[in-house]
């Protein structure tokens, strides 16, 4: 089993930044890929970034230049520097942590953005 606890999330005018973090806890993988994920209202939820142990960052194209994810291995956390923060970046933000070579997946419990002045 892992844990995962989000934290950092909340509200901030447009063009405003947060971080968010995401730390994981128990049986972790040695490679493995944390990711960070958002689902606003009435929408599918859908990738933002991810990052595995080895690998380069991924991005949705909507936040490419703005956010950026990166991971410290030592304490198994991963972070999510968002800037330029624009409306359409309202959503529940979710931690997705996988087990590359377990094969597991976990959740954590969602941290909410709000952007609006």
């Known amino acids: 089993q892992v844990q995962l606890v989000e934290s950092g999330g909340g509200l901030v005018q447009p063009g405003g930044s947060l971080r968010l973090s995401c730390a994981a806890s128990?049986?972790?993988?040695?490679?493995?890929?944390m990711g960070w994920y958002r689902q606003a209202p009435g929408k599918q939820r859908e990738l933002v970034a991810a990052?595995?142990?080895?690998?380069?960052?991924i991005y949705a194209d909507s936040v490419k230049g703005r956010f950026t994810i990166s991971r410290d291995n030592a304490k198994n956390t991963a972070y999510l520097q968002m800037t330029s923060l624009k409306p359409e970046d309202t959503a529940v933000y979710y931690c997705?942590?996988?087990?590359?070579?377990?094969?597991?997946?976990?959740w954590g419990q969602g941290t909410q953005v709000t952007v609006s002045s």
């Open positions: 997705n942590y996988r087990g590359l070579r377990l094969g597991s997946e976990y």
């Open positions: 128990g049986g972790i993988d040695s490679i493995n890929y």
């Open positions: 990052l595995t142990t080895i690998g380069t960052p």
